[in-house]
């Protein structure tokens, strides 16, 4: 008879520009100073997927790799952002936090497509975004344009080494 190991939970705070935030609960597949890699299940038109959570403190955007449960190409979408925090909390949970600056990058069978282009230029119409914000987003994504494949090579590395697929 096995004992049965207690899973840790990763609760993941996108944080809006508004002010909102969204709370997500997640399993704790792998934490390390430089990487925290959660897993969050959910359901599409494909059916379960196992969505991994690449988050890295220094970085500036985070990586979901979805793979459906059933088979199937993976599909990665990254996600530019600010402030990541990974912290401990009192209750023993792990919580990874970011403000999500609304440019995405979706990347299915090897190509890459922008989205919430016109949400962000909405943003920096209306005084949403800082300067500083602003370039932040344009040194991320000319980061991704240039190095998605390699990003996901090591993320697909990073996941198989967890012992899981992608």
Known sequence: MTADVP??????????????????????????????????????????????????????????????QRGGPAVFRFDVLRDTRVASTLSGTVEVSYTDLLLDLWVKAGVPRWEDEDELRAAIDAGRLSPADIAHIARARATLEAGYARIIAEVRQEVWRLGRAT
């Open 7 to 68: 899973v840790t939970t990763v609760t993941e705070v996108k944080r809006r520009l508004d002010g909102s935030a969204q709370r997500f609960t997640c399993e704790l597949v792998s934490r390390t100073p430089r990487l925290l890699v959660a897993l969050y299940r959910f359901e599409d038109a494909r059916g379960p997927v196992d969505s991994y959570g690449l988050f890295w403190p220094r970085r500036p955007y985070l990586c979901y790799a979805m793979q459906p």
